[in-house]
Every structure is written in structure tokens, then in C-alpha cells.
């Protein structure tokens, strides 16, 4: 059984102060079919980035779901914020200020089911600036963002309580200016960001992002920390303890560091866990019960085309744990994805049991390395290292979009996806099963998609 609950990343558009439908519309209704115990939610758009329809099914395998219908759905509108999922259980739309506005006017929301129908959670909160990476604790939400000013640079850490789902803590501070302190001192003269977090036990797991900074060259202030690094062929892994209550606003306290350096492991090189680049789409650190996989994705060291190390799997368990705080990488585990799928991974998705859904770059080899281009899917077992493509989707030639947001079913072993085609056809969801097989289900009457997320009523 999987301990973590990640964060399942799409576009939703989150009205300022709060949810707001429109005229033909009740807030607190549900669109689609029926009010049972497990619905899953549509986003569509307008095309204009400017908000989002939000609809419900209970069942995404058939028919056409038609956002020009105010029959109970729900319109949000926003600036391109970000739409999570903690545990099939919460929906979290997360609102961030664009540049020069204010916070009261992008207010983060989050919805769960409640009597079969879409119902806001808690109070709306602000975030104060954006987040780039986030994860659930316990019953945190956890976001961090990297953040430069002329003379230094730091991680800042923000984290909103899920129960109550009342107020947004948004000062944390971790420094990561000084390079004689861990973990900065272990990476070469090169600072760091956060590509995924997620809870083992008593602990928080961060994935390291190496970064060069850029110096003015008359005062020698830190201008920036660029997405340049020269590490990208080692993996870094940090764990802390949070605490929320800290005085001097250091919720996360560092305890230790994992460092694997591929030429220390020839024949078994990973990288970096980067998280998609610089997309908030995390991904790369996967709990399953006393067990950590890690998917590395194979990231670019600076003036690279492409990686010099494979997408690869790492896993920590047994002696690598000491008293419940992970230490070290197991030696006698290592799959090289890229060699098994002939691609390079762009994200990974929990669906149940042994199994994670590949999103793969499309073309094979290092020429498919390109952002942006990852339409190729796979399912692969951690215990077996068995891989199988998925077939049924349409080709990726005709493939104009996969939306963010996605719907896994780790009960029935499933993963939903909306899927726009440059051809006459809607935008459609398509499920894809542990066998491989993706069947194209609902059609969606819309000019842009924004995906498809599960809610289960608890």
C-alpha cells in the first residue's frame, strides 16, 4: 500500500476571494451524472486561459459532456492556477498572483464530495507568490518556491493545514546562500531548488535540483539561480523533519543527505529528480510502504542536448533505513528506464499495487528529448521490472494535448487522461488499464482542455 500521497498536478482556474459560479449555476452543485460516492471531475476552458468549467461524472468509459450546459456546473476564473488532488479525497485549487498583483485577488480554494456533490472546503486562503514544488505531510500541504535577490538565495516554504483548510503559513525560510553548510557544501559550489517532496514515516524527502547562481561581475551579489547545473548525473535526496510551530520559521529542519554520484556506479548511472524541468509537475519520489523508488528522469547538464545518464529506478528499503530515516541508495536494485521503454521519462503515476504509468518522451533515444513532447505511455512494475507499452491511445502524431490533471484509480488499477487530437474529433478521456490498454471513453464538447481528476466521498 502506498504511504504517500502525492499531488497530481492540472490547470484550474480559482476565483478571487472565492468560488464563484456563474448565473445559471449553484456553487455547491455538480454537474454530469447523478450524486454517487466517487465522481470524477471535468476542467474544460475557454481557450483564453481566463478560468474553468468544472463538471462531474460518475462514469468517464462514455458519452459527451457539454460545458455550454449550466446544468450544474461550476465556473472559476482565475490566472492559469494550478489544480492538485491529496488522496482522491480533497481538490485543491492553487491560485498564485501574477506579476504586480495581489494576493486577495488569487485566493487558493479546495472542494471534496460531500453527499455525491462537488462542495468547497474550508476557506479560501492566500499564497503570497507562486510554488514549484509540492507535497503532502501527514496533514499539511507542503509548497516551496526558489527565490533570488541581488545578494542571496533561499528556498522559502509555505504550508496550508488540510483539515481545517483555514490559513496559509507563507514565511518559512530555508538559506541556501551559504555554501560551507549542508547540504549546499556537498554540491560543488553549486546551490540547489526543489523538484519533489514526499513523507516517509516521520519525515519529509526532497529532491534536490543543482543550479548554478549567476554573480554580478562588479560587486559580486548574486543575481540569480539559473536551471544551468554541471551535477545533473548525480542524485541528491535530502530529508527533514517538519515542524510547524518553529519560532525562527525553519519548518523544515535538515537531518540528512543521500548523495549518489553516477560515476561511482558505472553501468548504473541516474540523475537527478528534477520534477519536469521547471513545470510544476512533480514527480520522481514513490513511497510504497517501507520502500522508496526513486524515477529519475535523466535531466541536462549545462550546453547538453540531452542527458549523459539514463531515466532510471533507485530504491531504498531495509538496511538503507535506519530507525525509520532513510541513508543510503540500495546497491542491488538499479533499472535503466531508457534502456527498457527506449525512452527518456518525462513523469510517473501511481495506479496501484506494483504499477506506475510511464509518460514517456515520444521519440526514442536521446532525439526525443525535447519538453514539451511526451506522448508516449508505458506501464511498468517495480518488483517484477516488467514494462509494457500502452496501445490504444491515438498517435502522437494527431496528439495536439495531454492535460495536466489525470484521475488515478489505485483501486481498480486505472489511470484517466484528457486527450485533444488535431483532428475533427472532441477532446476525449482515455483510460488506460495495468494491462497496457487505453480505451477512449467521454468525449468533451470544449475549445481547450484542463483535464480530469477522482474525488471519493470519505
Known sequence: ????????????????????????????????????????????????????????????????????????????SGNNPDFVNYN?????????????????????????????????????????????????????????????????????VK??????????????????????????????????GVGDIAEFGDYVLLSYSTKHLVKDGASGAKAKATYSTDLANNLYLGVYEFDPTDADKEYLKYQNMIVRKSEDHVGEEAGQIKGNLRSRTETGIEVLGDEIYLFCQGSKNSGKDYPDVPSAVLRISGNSIQNGKPVAIDDDYYVNLTEVTGHYMWKCFYIGGNKFCLQLYTEKGTAGFVEGSHKAFGIFDVKTEQYTPVTGLPDANLIYDIALA??????????????????SQLPALYTIGKDGVAKRGMEVDTESIKGVSLLKQK
Open 1 to 76: 500500500m502506498r504511504t504517500d500521497f502525492k499531488f497530481f498536478s492540472l490547470a484550474l482556474c480559482v476565483c478571487a476571494l472565492g468560488a464563484c459560479s456563474d448565473d445559471d449555476s449553484d456553487s455547491t452543485g455538480t454537474g454530469g451524472s447523478g450524486s454517487s460516492d466517487k465522481q470524477y471531475v471535468v476542467m474544460s476552458g475557454s481557450g483564453e486561459n481566463n478560468g474553468a468549467y468544472l463538471q462531474t461524472t460518475d462514469d468517464p468509459t462514455t458519452g459527451t459532456l457539454d460545458p455550454a450546459n449550466p446544468d450544474g456546473r461550476i465556473f472559476f
Open 406 to 423: 489525470y484521475a488515478a484509480d489505485t483501486d481498480n488499477n486505472t489511470i484517466t487522461f484528457e486527450v485533444e487530437t488535431t483532428d
Open 159 to 192: 504550508f496550508i493545514e488540510l483539515n481545517s483548510f483555514g490559513a496559509a503559513v507563507v514565511d518559512g525560510i530555508i538559506d541556501c546562500d551559504d555554501m560551507s553548510k549542508e547540504p549546499q557544501s556537498q554540491m560543488e559550489g553549486e546551490t540547489w
Open 88 to 156: 482522491n479525497e480533497i481538490l485543491i485549487g492553487m491560485n498564485y498572483p501574477s506579476q504586480g498583483g495581489s494576493s486577495s485577488d488569487y485566493i487558493t480554494m479546495a472542494w471534496k464530495l460531500v453527499d455525491g456533490k462537488l462542495t468547497q472546503h474550508g476557506g479560501g486562503v492566500a499564497l503570497d507568490g507562486d510554488v514549484k514544488a509540492r507535497g503532502i505531510f501527514k496533514n499539511y500541504l507542503i509548497g516551496m518556491s526558489d527565490q533570488a535577490t541581488d545578494y542571496d538565495h533561499y528556498e522559502r
